[in-house]
């Protein structure tokens, strides 16, 4: 028994190693920027180049997060389908207390499920949405030098589920996202990459994500589909 110990505890301890190991040469500091015209119009940009006219009219998107997550988003009458293993809510995203939950089919009042609703829609829809929000409310802009290009720094100070938060998006000579970097609450290390590369040009016209490479693992947006 004292040597299983002895090796759970030397196993546990070249864990540790590794992760601080992971930790000290992926960590960066969060970037300073300058806000103004400069930035703005490299946000403008980056809306030209994904179709912002086209997305700002699409009427119905679907996808899914990780094949765990699904959704159906009525973005004109500001309502989604949230489903995820028993459970499906029809989110009101501008009044969540109309919203209705069920399990297993049937009609329940359960805060922590529509919560949760709430929860997988702000995180899931950044992932396929994002660019579209940089001049929403409570949203700085900063342009940033990037391995001596021009890069756009976005940080959250208000909404959504972790305010907050930054991004760097990295962008093509067309002002396409190629990737951004993440300063972000749930995760340790700042600055940790996720490519922005897997685009589809929808029904709608609308240019969204299918998935994103990370040096974690995938993110996988399923069958993404925009339509009127």
């Known amino acids: 028994m004292k040597k299983l110990f002895k090796i759970l505890g030397i196993l ?3 864990g540790a190693i590794v992760l601080a190991i992971f930790y000290f040469r992926n960590n960066e500091n969060l970037p300073k920027g300058e806000q103004g015209p400069k930035a703005d119009a490299l946000a403008t940009k980056m809306l030209k180049a ?9 009427r119905f998107i679907e996808w899914s997060f990780r094949g765990k997550h699904f959704y159906k988003w009525n973005k004109k009458e500001d309502i989604v ?13 501008k009044e969540p207390e109309k919203s209705i939950v069920l399990v297993d ?5 359960n805060k922590e499920i529509l919560q949760k609703a709430i929860d997988y829609f702000n995180n ?3 992932w396929l949405i994002a660019p579209y929000k940089v001049f929403e409310n409570g949203i700085e802009r900063r342009i940033v030098q990037y391995k001596g290009k021009d890069a756009l720094l976005v ?3 208000t909404g959504g589920s972790t305010p907050g938060d930054s991004y760097l998006w990295v962008l093509d000579e067309n002002g396409k996202p190629t990737s951004y970097k993440m300063w972000v609450s749930i995760i340790p290390t700042g600055g ?5 590369s897997d685009w589809v040009t929808t029904e709608s016209g609308a240019i969204l994500p299918t998935k994103h490479e990370m040096p974690v693992g995938t993110l996988d947006m399923g069958d993404v589909k925009a339509y009127n």
């Open 124 to 126: 899931d829809s950044f």
């Open 192 to 196: 940790m990459e996720a490519t922005w």
């Open 81 to 93: 389908e949230v489903s995820w293993d028993v459970n499906k809510v029809t989110l009101y995203t």
């Open 105 to 109: 089919g049937k009609k329940v009042k």
């Open 50 to 58: 994904l179709n912002y006219e086209a997305y700002k009219n699409t």
């Open 12 to 14: 546990l301890l070249i």
């Open 155 to 157: 940080t959250y100070t």
